[in-house]
């Protein structure tokens, strides 16, 4: 397979089959049980990639894409071996074009290399999924994160994309036309697909314009639920919320243990407002009268950008932290995501149900979604708390799809959600699986992902 | 065919084969050819609606679901016959949850009979045609309008849908929360598939908060490309505007002469900002400093709900101006959508082709979105005409695809636009022909629409 893949892009160090590349690219940071490739390709333009899959494709060869490894569902894992298609090197930025309010980027160009080109321009690609993933990655996921509250996930920012085919077709779906109805919507359908679909190489998306001000709040309640009434009242009233993130005391301790910072260890909510400053000074108030009609403790906001990006640091190492506060734990993390309304009774839930199976819990939310992470602190050796942390999480996903919710509001279902999906969508299924054989009918792209076996 | 159809409906007055019924749903108002249906069935839920789709697919008839009748390229025209299946029956507002921001509403709801629902609670469904179409029509073309610059297409306001596949089988697509990654997009998919891939019965929208101030502001320029630049400051600038409209001076010279009313006869943006009472009153100077950079000639501005009616009923009633200011004249309507760096650019080609061509013809544009129609007025008897007519939109076309625009920013496809989707998405016309033959394998769902025959 080496060789037949050398002949085809010609330079040793783009087809690799060097240990530590394969482990590389077989694991991720998550509880998923790793797998390596056979070989894996670093393409290096879209013609590349259309010969591997030429090749793949007709030698029946699994090809699982790869950009920042950044996937917290197993997605990257190549479970039944063959190709492991590195995108990385494709990071050209092809054009920023700010008087279309656009940009286009190879799949391989991360959120932070773009936003580098588009910020002398006053403007920037808004969705933020922590991770500084690629491009290619955050479209196949549909990643969203902290900003979906306002800017939405990446389908709603993506006008067009260059996607290769099984066969090795390179397809162009969408335009550069900010809206289109030109027949069926095949963007939205790559976009998620979670790299079973199709290979995409290319990516067209909408730039937003950096606001003159922003200004960031951090709250504090006595309970979580009043903490996501707050979030729920500052969506609901329209107000000019970047980001509506709410944390436990649990998190906090962390945080406070991890960064050394001494942050109130009290279920907080963290709220960005941006625009014009009449209007973020307007709906401050409106935040802080919305706040203390809910009883909150504390209330602290800062403006401009030092004292902003250490407010905002807290949350974003929230993860690191919770790692670090856990060494000697297994970590998981569960992503159900519910109408905004079922949050406070959802979390409620969630923590009732956590303490009775005695698991060790953090609770993490994009409140302004209603998407929340219950994250899991357990002993991987212990194989009665493998199995609470199971049933546990079938019955926080239950709980989900009770209230109207889905289970998963941006991690995508990759490997480890599989038998969520035919729980929520079973009918659903047979229509999936129809796409996924037509577009894919040998089964080599990213095989044993989303869809259980036909 | 109507004594099955009684057998499953069980209602005379429901399943119509009467020369009007037959004629009202064969025809639109449009310039595609009539064709009536067979027989027009009336369904009052969706059992109805799955009984009718078992027997026709089995039968192998076609059905062509009819909405408000509003489509702007033929889409409700039965070509071949069969089953016009009238959903304006369905016409329960379901469920206004207003702490989730959304409502349920079967497909034959109005949109202003929805907003009459959630008015009370001080919120709204954004999207806005003109046409008071029905949700299922607007979620079956991703129906835009004036308002999408803000607020984006039918597709962003939909979280999900209760579709009947053409066997009959019902499925629901998406969840009631605000964000969900389970599994591909079928909810995107089946929007703007403009009832060829299903019948949708139920639509899950989002609700937004309704503004605390609305000013509306009419500006005129000495030329078109100079309101367009301005359009595409407002946007650019990510200014609260839910409305940036461009007509020109032939529309306001039909508005007057139809409205009585003595607007200047120039260039003409209208624009719409919402918001906070500070963000709106800030943004209300940026927009004139904009217009007056390029040239206004005129900025008049309305605050409060009377006056800003009277503006924007202007707007509203344009293309009933437009019909009467060419009595004896047939019309025509294009609907390309170009990058907004554009679209000056576009419409300079537009107006310089038409007067090279004779035609008589006016220009409307969502200049926020880069999406223009240049109406025809022509006469139907003349095949010169006719032939100019013809040859003149397919170089409209011509010119947005090579500035990376496309051939329908909002109307769809229908019946007259299949030969520009060939020319526009040929590489992807064989996955949108393998999804409508597994999803309607018996080809009976609105036969001749959208695609090409196979």
Redesign the interface.
């Known amino acids: 397979m080496r060789d037949a893949l050398l002949e085809l892009i010609g330079d040793e160090a783009r087809v690799s089959v060097s240990p530590s590349v394969l482990d590389q690219h077989g694991s991720d940071f998550t509880h998923h049980r790793p797998h390596a490739p056979d070989v894996v390709v670093f393409p290096e333009s879209t013609d590349e990639v259309a010969a591997v899959l030429r090749y793949a494709n007709a030698e029946r060869i699994p090809v699982v894409p790869y950009g920042a490894g950044s996937s917290l569902e197993g997605h990257t894992i190549p479970v039944r071996g063959g190709i492991s298609l590195d995108l990385t090197r494709m990071d050209r930025v092809v054009d920023v074009?700010?008087?279309?309010?656009?940009a286009i980027a190879e799949a391989g160009v991360t959120r932070t290399a773009l936003n580098a080109k588009t910020q002398p321009h006053g403007l920037f690609f808004p969705v933020d999924p922590g991770a500084d993933a690629t491009l290619g990655g955050m479209a196949a996921?549909?990643a969203?994160g902290t900003t979906?509250v306002r800017y939405?996930?990446t389908?709603?920012n993506v006008l067009a994309l260059e996607v290769v085919l099984a066969d090795g077709?390179?397809?162009?779906?969408g335009?550069?036309?900010?809206?289109?109805?030109?027949?069926?919507?095949?963007t939205?359908?790559f976009?998620?697909?979670e790299g079973t679909?199709g290979v995409i190489t290319q990516v067209t998306v909408r730039l937003?314009?950096i606001?003159e001000l922003a200004i960031s709040a951090r709250i504090t309640f006595p309970d979580l639920e009043a903490a996501c009434r707050t979030a729920?009242a500052i969506?609901?009233?329209?107000l000019?919320a970047a980001r509506v993130e709410l944390l436990d005391e649990r998190t906090l301790r962390a945080i406070n243990a991890y960064k050394e910072t001494s942050y109130l260890e009290a279920p907080t909510l963290f709220v960005e407002l941006t625009?014009?400053?009449?209007?973020v000074?307007?709906?401050l108030e409106l935040v802080q009268l919305a706040a203390e009609g809910e009883g909150a403790l504390t209330f602290d906001s800062e403006r401009g950008t030092d004292a902003q990006l250490a407010l905002w640091e807290a949350r974003h190492h929230a993860a690191f932290a919770l790692l670090a506060a856990f060494p000697d734990k297994a970590r998981r993390t569960s992503?159900m995501?519910?109408?905004?309304?079922?949050l406070p009774g959802a979390i409620r839930h969630a923590q009732e149900l956590m303490s009775a199976n005695g698991l060790e819990f953090t609770v993490l939310a994009h409140a302004g979604?209603?998407?929340y992470h219950v994250g899991f602190a357990f002993d991987e050796d212990d194989p009665a708390q493998r199995a609470a942390v199971q049933t546990t999480n079938d019955a926080l996903v239950e709980y989900?799809l009770s209230v109207?919710?889905?289970?998963?509001?941006?991690?995508?279902?990759g490997l480890g959600?599989i038998g969520?999906?035919q729980r929520?969508?079973g009918?659903?299924l047979p229509?999936?699986q129809?796409?996924k054989r037509?577009?894919d009918p040998n089964g080599i792209l990213n095989p044993g992902k989303?869809?259980p076996p036909d």
């Open positions: 074009r700010p008087q279309d309010l656009l996921t549909n969203s979906s939405g996930s389908r709603a077709t390179v397809v162009h779906t335009s550069r036309a900010r809206k289109t109805s030109a027949g069926y919507d095949l939205s359908l976009i998620g697909s679909l937003h314009g606001a729920v969506v609901g009233g329209g000019t625009g014009a400053e009449a209007a000074l307007g709906d992503d995501c519910v109408p905004i309304s079922e979604d209603g998407n989900a109207g919710g889905t289970c998963s509001g941006e991690h995508g279902i959600k969520y999906l929520e969508h009918d659903l229509l999936m129809g796409i037509q577009l989303v869809l």
